[in-house]
């Protein structure tokens, strides 16, 4: 019986560095990033159809032919030649025009989804090339896990996991736009410029404060996220190893070695911003999962 219906997790992302190297020669910035899955998911279900519909229930991000879903959808089945439709549920939980590839992680899960759905049996080097096509940090929410990543997103290096941490999360009210981020940064440049070498260095040999040391964000100061600074000092106030925006903004982080300064931190942020978030780094990337059945006994408690 071929399957009828499949529900994926999909990671957000962090940025634990961003640094712009460069211009392409495309005219695109050349970046140079260290990047983190967080286990702050998108859940999709994907069901066969004969036709092509997405629902986002409780979600304000418009449902056409621009969502990335859709795009996902539609390279799919153009590269794999199918005649086939789906019928697409997305339970959206990671904040938008937050810089924490929300919109890349729908595009991973659809592809990832309908690999499993129809048995096409695409590698992940293929699924990562049309990803690509769809957005910069698609071929990443496939991967997952935590990679150093470089050009516009699509050149990957996975490393070893970064070092046990916890991770606080805050979205401020107020969005950012990549594409003006970028515009703006052409304007001011930037002081900050983050040891990506560093970096790579003591996630490969588990140093968490050497990860901290040389993290940090070039985008951040030209991001125009006014709040970031005020969010960062509570951050650091409350224990944080170090702070900064994720990607483009808007959201800013904390690490935190252990879970309840991390929750003690969370609290405090909550007094002042609704959108807080605990994650902590997830070990992979979109990928399907099978769901308990309606009425299965859950396991017995492992003693
Ligand atoms: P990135 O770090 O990749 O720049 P982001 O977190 O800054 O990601 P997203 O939330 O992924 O940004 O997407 C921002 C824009 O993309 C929004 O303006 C939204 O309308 C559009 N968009 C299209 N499809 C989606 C989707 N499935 N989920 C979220 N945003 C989407």
Same mark, same amino acid.
């Given at each position: 019986?071929?399957?009828?219906?499949?529900?994926?997790?999909?990671?957000?992302?962090?940025?634990?560095?961003?640094?712009?190297?460069?211009?392409?020669?495309?005219?695109?910035?050349?970046?140079?990033?260290?990047?983190?899955?967080?286990?702050?998911?998108?859940?999709?279900?994907?069901?066969?159809?004969?036709?092509?519909?997405?629902?986002?229930?409780?979600?304000?991000? /418009? @449902?056409?032919?621009?969502?990335? &879903?859709?795009? #996902? !959808?539609?390279?799919?089945? $153009?590269?794999? *030649?199918?005649? %086939?439709?789906?019928?697409?549920?997305?339970?959206?939980?990671?904040?938008?025009?937050?810089?924490?590839?929300?919109?890349?992680?729908?595009?991973?899960?659809?592809?990832?989804?309908?690999?499993?759905?129809?048995?096409?049996?695409?590698?992940?080097?293929?699924?990562?090339?049309?990803?690509?096509?769809?957005?910069?940090?698609?071929?990443?929410?496939?991967?997952?896990?935590?990679?150093?990543?470089?050009?516009?997103?699509?050149?990957?290096?996975?490393?070893?996991?970064?070092?046990?941490?916890?991770?606080?999360?805050?979205?401020?009210?107020?969005?950012?736009?990549?594409?003006?981020?970028?515009?703006?940064?052409?304007?001011?440049?930037? /002081? @900050?410029?983050?040891?990506?070498? &560093?970096?790579? #260095? !003591?996630?490969?040999?588990? $140093?968490?404060? *050497?990860?901290? %040391?040389?993290?940090?964000?070039?985008?951040?100061?030209?991001?125009?996220?006014?709040?970031?600074?005020?969010?960062?000092?509570?951050?650091?106030?409350?224990?944080?190893?170090?702070?900064?925006?994720?990607?483009?903004?808007?959201?800013?982080?904390?690490?935190?070695?252990?879970?309840?300064?991390?929750?003690?931190?969370?609290?405090?942020?909550?007094?002042?911003?609704?959108?807080?978030?605990?994650?902590?780094?997830?070990?992979?990337?979109?990928?399907?999962?099978?769901?308990?059945?309606?009425?299965?006994?859950?396991?017995?408690?492992?003693?």
């Amino acid at each position: 019986m071929p399957k009828q219906a499949v529900t994926v997790l999909a990671p957000a992302k962090l940025n634990l560095a961003l640094d712009v190297v460069g211009t392409l020669p495309n005219g695109y910035h050349d970046l140079d990033m260290v990047m983190q899955a967080i286990d702050l998911h998108e859940t999709l279900v994907l069901r066969r159809s004969r036709y092509l519909d997405l629902h986002m229930p409780g979600s304000f991000v /418009p @449902v056409n032919n621009k969502n990335t &879903a859709i795009k #996902a !959808a539609l390279a799919f089945f $153009d590269y794999t *030649g199918l005649l %086939a439709g789906v019928d697409i549920t997305i339970h959206k939980r990671v904040p938008v025009r937050a810089g924490m590839a929300g919109g890349s992680a729908d595009a991973a899960g659809v592809l990832v989804g309908l690999n499993d759905l129809y048995d096409a049996r695409l590698s992940m080097s293929e699924l990562c090339a049309i990803g690509a096509g769809i957005g910069a940090d698609v071929p990443f929410a496939l991967m997952g896990g935590t990679c150093r990543v470089r050009g516009v997103g699509d050149l990957l290096k996975p490393l070893p996991s970064c070092p046990a941490c916890w991770f606080v999360v805050v979205m401020p009210s107020v969005g950012i736009s990549t594409p003006e981020a970028f515009q703006r940064y052409d304007r001011m440049g930037s /002081p @900050v410029h983050p040891d990506c070498n &560093a970096q790579e #260095a !003591a996630v490969r040999a588990g $140093d968490l404060a *050497g990860v901290c %040391a040389a993290a940090g964000n070039a985008l951040e100061h030209c991001s125009g996220a006014t709040e970031t600074p005020a969010i960062r000092a509570l951050l650091d106030q409350n224990g944080a190893l170090t702070s900064l925006m994720t990607g483009s903004g808007a959201a800013v982080f904390g690490v935190f070695a252990d879970k309840a300064a991390a929750e003690t931190a969370a609290a405090a942020l909550r007094r002042s911003y609704e959108q807080v978030y605990l994650a902590r780094p997830d070990h992979g990337g979109a990928r399907v999962v099978r769901m308990p059945r309606r009425g299965a006994k859950s396991p017995a408690p492992q003693t």
